[in-house]
């Protein structure tokens, strides 16, 4: 059957199970736009303002799904647009597929109209890339770049096809196998030194007597999530989260303690300094996860594993490094060990979150005219019953959310991690409902992210999603104010941030929406948000400089942690720095 | 500053690591991105095609005082178009360079010496002109640093040197 390159391109992605594509149109990628109008009945093109936002949704698709998030863009500034939502996948281990077009290849080269060398531009933010200029190349190439981006460690790969080739036609048959001679999902290990390291990891779980699992979100990934909830319910070890690992175990189960790093609750820091024995899963050891990495851990030994050989080592040594899914390693490792509960160590963590309890901004009794960020999140889970999915975007609210929000599910928080992407929540929030529609979906942001991200609530309002945005308008950017006021004596450098009526401005959209100023009118507002079927925006206008604590100050220890004041700034009360 | 190079390099902490890589448009780039984007720090890399067309070779020489070479080895053996890569610097390895020397010659009598040094050491005289000659040497890189310190003394014009090439010895 002869196909052009523009039909491969959509038979390829129907293939490969692609049902939804986020993308833009432009001339390069012409071609491909006119032949999706003879496969509409099989792939749902949604039409982005901004191509950046094409790459956030296709990431959060992913997240949403576990199947890969495609996302389409013309060559030149159409690509380039795909860069931080590209950067953001990478920095997140998000299998996306990204497809560009670029200049007819005799042009490659010559700065023609639109050409920008997205190749070389996304060398380090993607996982892979390939530039097509030869059609007989494109259903092979479009077949590895989805395998790429899906096996092993996933992540962003991004396909440049110049504009000739999609013009070309070519006999098509459907590829159906890849083979890459350089590329290995997983870095071979000898079969005697997995079973070695495995034993190794086993005794040292044998000896621990104050262990601690850091659990991130290579569980997820390795759809594991089963097989380690049998091993730390076997085990009796308490865990410990990243950011991207929430939900990965839910986190009303009992030994479940919550978000480690910057900006966990203390409680959860304090064991994991205090801890003998880590078992690292399917996370990286961040720097905002270690804080200062001279003292992290020092009387622990590590047993690490991860998919990723070149994670082992990078920032924390570990006495044993596992290279394997989790998949493949947590049955294995749960039969090994004995079934054990660690009374004295679980005690002492309890004692430690009693503490962390007492200091809770939602336990002191509050003006009935203010509002703060903390009740705007809880509110939320409150009234919602914490059955839905969250996109965030970046900065207070987003720790807020990791406090104040308890979630059950693996793909219930999506949120932007490595990167810190601003602007991540509304892009997001529609990938997940493209790829969830029967989820309740809620954006969350903050005035500052919103303001990012503004013109797609006009693809909000055209594919008429049923999504609820959630805008916690502190007047500030928050998280930088923060650190301005810790940091750099409340000198605040352009923080200060007006914004539109966010109401109104939903209106024009077609949105409707409406301002919650106190705890009464926020309830009333989610009950609002939730009655409305369709899209429906709440503005939350909170107190201004409520500050996320607990805090682990940069360059600081874990143990060294600035702790939440008896009461907020608000009411007059003072930081409590005791490291305690 | 010549001489502090050759000392720095006299100083055995070197990583020295064999990458075969598909042989393709923009794979040097890769490599060399990776380099940089990790704050990796290399010696030398030197690459060429081998029996197979379609597979280069990389030498890559590692800064092992700076960079952690396991490091580099996992986070080469991650690149789509990299086939294999081995960390020789503990195996029984043949490592050679090819340099290149430019040297003055302002008193003719002196050709004889720098023909008489050259021979010491197995290398070549491969250009003569009026002012200058050209040396070749191969070897390890201290051989080739030990001819570049004794011919300083004549005045060098310019180096070329290739950078470290490895291969393991016996059979693979």
């Known amino acids: 059957m002869k196909l052009t390159g523009a039909q ?128 007989n190349e494109l259903a092979q190439t479009l077949a590895e770049a989805f395998y790429i981006a899906r096996s092993g460690r996933p992540g962003p790969v991004l396909v440049d096809i110049c504009k000739d080739v999609q013009q070309k036609s070519v006999d098509y048959t459907p590829v159906t196998s890849v083979e890459l001679r350089g590329y290995k999902a997983i870095k071979p290990q000898p079969q005697k030194s997995v079973a070695d390291k495995l034993a190794q990891a086993g005794a040292l779980i044998e000896s621990a007597r104050k262990p601690i699992i850091l659990a991130g979100q290579g569980i997820k990934h390795a759809n594991a999530h089963d097989d380690f909830k049998a091993f730390v319910e076997k085990s009796g070890i308490p865990v410990a989260t990243t950011l991207l690992g929430i939900g990965v175990l839910s986190e009303d189960h009992p030994l479940n303690l919550r978000m480690m790093g910057m900006h966990g609750e203390a409680y959860v820091n304090q064991a994991i300094a205090g801890a003998d024995l880590i078992i690292a899963m399917g996370m990286r050891f961040d720097d905002r996860v270690t804080g200062n990495l001279k003292t992290y851990a020092k009387n622990a030994r590590v047993i690490h594993v991860d998919i990723d050989a070149a994670e082992i080592n990078k920032n924390v040594p570990a006495d044993v490094g596992i290279v394997a899914s989790l998949k493949d390693v947590l049955p294995p490792l749960t039969s090994m060990i004995e079934k054990r509960s660690y009374a004295s160590w679980l005690a002492q963590i309890s004692e430690w979150r009693g503490d962390t309890q007492s200091h809770d901004i939602l336990q002191v009794e509050l003006p009935q005219d203010m509002l703060l960020a903390p009740q705007v999140i809880r509110t939320i889970y409150d009234v919602t019953g914490g059955e ?37 929540a509304l892009p997001a929030a529609i990938g997940a409902k493209f790829g969830r529609p029967q989820d309740e979906v809620w954006a969350i942001a903050g005035d500052g992210g919103f303001q990012m991200s503004i013109p797609e609530l006009a693809t909000v309002a055209q594919e008429e999603l049923d999504i609820k945005i959630a805008i916690v308008n502190n007047n500030y950017l928050g998280m930088v104010r923060q650190w301005q006021e810790l940091m750099h004596d409340r000198r605040y450098s352009s923080v200060n941030m007006w914004s539109p009526d966010f109401v109104k401005l939903a209106a024009a959209y077609g949105i409707p929406g409406i301002r919650a100023k106190t705890l009464q009118e926020a309830r009333e507002a989610v009950q609002m948000a939730r009655a409305h079927k369709g899209p429906y925006l709440i503005e939350f206008s909170v107190e201004q400089e409520t500050n996320v604590f607990p805090m682990i100050q940069p360059g600081k220890s874990l143990d060294e942690m600035t702790r939440r004041p008896i009461q907020p700034a608000a009411l007059g009360g003072g930081m409590d720095t005791v490291a305690r | 500053m010549l001489i502090d190079k050759i000392e720095a390099r006299a100083n055995p902490t070197t990583h020295t690591l064999v990458a075969l890589v598909e042989n393709k448009p923009g794979v040097l780039n890769r490599v060399a991105s990776l380099m940089r984007r990790r704050n990796f720090n290399i010696h030398s890399l030197a690459v060429g095609e081998t029996e197979d067309p379609s597979v280069s070779r990389m030498t890559i020489v590692i800064d092992a005082s700076k960079t952690n070479a396991a490091l580099v080895e996992r986070n080469l053996h991650k690149l789509v178009n990299v086939i294999e890569v081995q960390d020789v610097s503990n195996m029984p390895t043949v490592m050679r360079e090819l340099a290149l020397i430019k040297v003055s010659v302002d008193d003719a009598a002196k050709r004889g010496e720098i023909k008489q040094i050259a021979d010491m050491f197995q290398s070549r005289v491969v250009d003569v002109a009026k002012d200058s000659m050209m040396i070749e040497v191969a070897g390890e890189e201290t051989k080739v640093d030990s001819v570049l310190s004794i011919l300083a003394d004549y005045g060098i014009l310019e180096v070329v040197r290739t950078g470290r090439i490895a291969m393991a010895r016996g059979g693979k």
């Open chain 1, 8 to 135: 491969i391109i959509w038979e390829t992605l129907i293939q490969q199970g692609s049902t939804t594509v986020f993308g833009y149109p432009g001339g390069a990628i012409l071609p491909a736009y006119d032949a999706l109008y003879d496969y509409n009945d099989r792939i749902k093109h949604v039409l982005v303002r901004h191509e950046e936002n094409a790459a956030l949704a296709a990431d959060s698709y992913f997240r949403a799904t576990g199947k890969v998030g495609v996302c389409m863009a013309t060559s030149g500034p159409g690509a380039t647009n795909l860069v931080t939502g590209l950067a953001n996948a990478m920095l997140d281990s998000s299998a996306v597929v990204a497809i560009t077009g670029q200049v007819a290849s005799h042009l490659v080269g010559s700065d023609a109209f639109q050409e920008t060398d997205i190749i070389g531009i996304t060398l380090p933010i993607t996982k892979h890339n390939f530039l097509v200029t030869d059609i």
């Open chain 1, 388 to 424: 839905v999915t969250v996109c965030t975007d970046v900065g207070q609210h987003q720790m807020w959310q990791t406090q104040y929000f308890q979630h059950k599910r693996r793909n219930q928080l999506i949120t932007s991690g490595g990167l810190g992407t601003m602007g991540f």
